[in-house]
């Protein structure tokens, strides 16, 4: 285990009080990182010795005196439980909901009696994107992973959650009927699988292909749900025909079938053009060129254009803006200017840094304070609720600002750089 | 306070039984505080905002859904209460350290350096951005999981881990060999 891969291990961590074997022995023989990590278990447990506040204080006695005035005999001053009318409904609501779950279990033991083709399966959202966030927050989490990522491992790991977004999008376009949609997804899960998850797992060590089973189950539950979906509507078999055939052909490559090496690569430019899908085609394009990049500079260079992207998208809604989007496209913004960016930025020793990497770096500094500079002039043109709530996310983001202590724009863990994959991605796409 | 206990005096206030809500007050007064001391700096505005939490709490309680974590459901409260009195402009006085450090009985010098330590991790603490505090605590004092702070703060789960990240890393770098061990 590396240092670098310890000490990010030792910020991250929820519990780094308990580190694991692997790691204990690193801080055996390492004197370094074992005299990091002691002041890390003493900062947590000055921390933790702050006294709590008394109880006994004036204001809890209010309190209590404020409660008791309410009659106990009464029920508390709900004002979130719903009136009777509503919990008589609620009642019908009920009964229905219980007379539809076992009709529905009638209907499908009977089905499965007679041998029928299996009802199309629902998409289980995966284990790292809620289902009710929408698919380009998902799909950033993951390129904020990648740039962050300990090593070509935990890359895979994103690009295998992307996938599996992406999939489960499709899924639902599907149903939706929405064919377009389908194959413009259908087309970025190509891209993910073909030019990110084959050749960063045909480049994994011997220790990283610990992660294929996982990688391999996920291609295989996308070639059986797409399967499914498939005979279930035959209307939006063709689009979904990609993804299967994606999946079965990864699976091949990564099991090592002589005959399919490396699948071929996707086109460049999407079956169909869909400018609602513009910043998920950015935010997959740039992610894809974040795999086994080693130079921080680069890095947050593909982020800053992901910002870039972003910055557009919420300028664009201007007074069609609904609050609670702007002050999600807020918040993903200043995620990827500082996750992503800045962090990677730390990362350039200016001492080092050849005259390539510098100017990289300036462009991806000048680039991000762009686009948190266009939000914040187009302010006004947001409905109020949306400009405050946005407000609130971009505070504290200024990345064309120098840095003070506790105000700066943090690096994220990147314990050990990953290791280039063989094969680079294609252009950006867009 | 067991689970079991715990669960019983939610019920019981459900209910509508102030002796039960007394008692989860009292449980979880000192902590709610001294969260929200941790982030406004200001020992009198945290017994206030503490205050109104659980009153809003109580107002509430028909909401929460039994089973789930109480604790950061309180937490989640006190955050709106917070954002709520910042929303409102009201001045907030700031002193450099909690009370709480100067109560302590003096001792040897050992006892003495330690606190001094002490002292200087919580002025740190206390420079730190609201947004990188806030998770801090609640994982460090609180002990809450990241997937708890992500509840309680509204972020994903990952931006609580990276804010974690960033406050530990500000803290070492800001203490640095304070936080060695002492020489004698």
């Known amino acids: 285990m590396k240092c670098r891969a310890v000490r990010a291990w030792m910020l991250t961590d929820e519990t780094p009080q308990r580190p694991p074997p692997r790691l204990r022995r690193h801080l055996q023989r390492c004197p370094r990182c074992r005299k990091r990590y002691g002041r890390l278990v003493r900062l947590i447990h000055e921390v933790q010795e702050v006294p709590l506040p008394s109880t006994d204080c004036p204001a809890r006695m209010q309190l209590l005196e404020r409660l008791a005035a309410v009659p106990s005999s009464a029920p508390p001053p709900v004002i979130l439980r719903p009136p009777r009318r509503v919990a008589f409904v609620g009642r019908w609501v009920a009964a229905a909901v219980l007379l539809l779950t076992i009709g529905t279990g009638l209907l499908v033991l009977n089905r499965k009696r007679n041998d029928p083709p299996q009802p199309w399966p629902s998409p289980a959202p995966t284990a790292t994107a809620p289902a009710e966030r929408p698919l380009e927050d998902r799909v950033l989490q993951q390129h904020l992973r990648l740039a962050e990522a300990d090593g070509p491992t935990e890359q895979l790991d994103a690009l295998a959650s992307m996938a599996a977004d992406l999939r489960t999008e499709s899924l639902r376009a599907a149903r939706r009927g929405a064919d377009k949609d389908v194959a413009y997804l259908a087309w970025l899960h190509a891209r993910v699988v073909e030019e990110g998850i084959v050749p960063s797992a045909v480049g994994l060590s011997a220790e990283g292909k610990d992660s294929l089973p996982r990688v391999l189950a996920q291609l295989r539950r996308t070639e059986a749900e797409v399967r499914e979906a498939r005979k279930a509507s035959p209307k939006a078999s063709g689009p979904l025909e990609v993804l299967e055939e994606t999946a079965r052909e990864a699976i091949r490559a990564l099991e090592g079938d002589p005959a399919v090496r490396r699948p071929a690569r996707p086109s460049e430019k999407p079956p169909v053009e869909l400018a609602s899908r513009d910043l998920l085609r950015v935010l997959v394009a740039e992610s894809l060129l974040v795999v086994g990049e080693d130079d921080p500079a680069r890095r947050a260079g593909h982020s800053s254009r992901v910002a870039d992207s972003l910055a557009r998208a919420l300028v664009a809604k201007g007074e069609a803006a609904d609050p609670k989007e702007a002050a999600r496209l807020g918040e993903n913004l200043s995620d990827v200017v500082n996750r992503g960016v800045m962090s990677n930025l730390e990362q350039v020793d200016p001492e080092d840094a050849d005259e390539e990497q510098k100017e990289e770096a300036a462009q991806a500094r000048k680039r991000a304070g762009e686009a948190v500079a266009a939000v914040k002039r187009n302010l006004l043109q947001l409905p109020e609720a949306a400009r405050h709530g946005l407000e609130r996310a971009l505070e504290n983001k200024r990345p064309d600002k120098p840095r003070e202590h506790g105000k700066g724009k943090g690096k994220g863990p990147r314990k050990e750089k990953p290791r280039k994959p063989p094969g680079r991605p294609h252009g950006q796409g867009h | ?184």
């Not at chain 2, 997937?147 to 309680?152: K, S, T």
């Not at chain 2, 990952?158 to 061990?181: I, M, Q, S, Y």
Request: hydrophobic share 40%; aromatic share 10%.
């Open chain 2, 1 to 184: 306070m067991s689970h079991e206990e715990e669960q019983l005096w939610i019920r019981r206030s459900q209910a509508g039984d102030h002796s039960a809500f007394a008692s989860l007050v009292n449980s979880y007064w000192p902590c709610i505080q001294r969260w929200l001391q941790g982030l406004t700096q200001d020992p009198q505005a945290a017994e206030d905002l503490t205050q109104e939490a659980f009153f809003k709490a109580w107002s509430a309680l028909a909401s929460f859904t039994p089973g789930t974590n109480f604790r950061a459901w309180l937490f989640c409260i006190a955050r709106h209460c917070l954002i709520d009195s910042r929303r409102c402009a009201r001045p907030v006085s700031t002193r450099p350290l909690p009370d709480a450090c100067a109560d302590r009985e003096p001792g040897p010098v050992r006892t003495l350096i330690g606190r001094e330590t002490q002292t200087l991790v919580q002025e740190a603490v206390a420079r730190l951005p609201v947004v990188f505090r806030a998770p801090f605590l609640l994982r460090t004092q609180e002990e809450l999981s990241y997937q708890e702070i992500a509840r309680v703060l509204d972020l994903t789960e990952e931006t609580v881990r990276w804010r974690v990240f960033k406050a530990r890393k500000l803290l070492l770098k800001a203490l640095g060999n304070a936080l060695d061990p002492d020489p004698s």
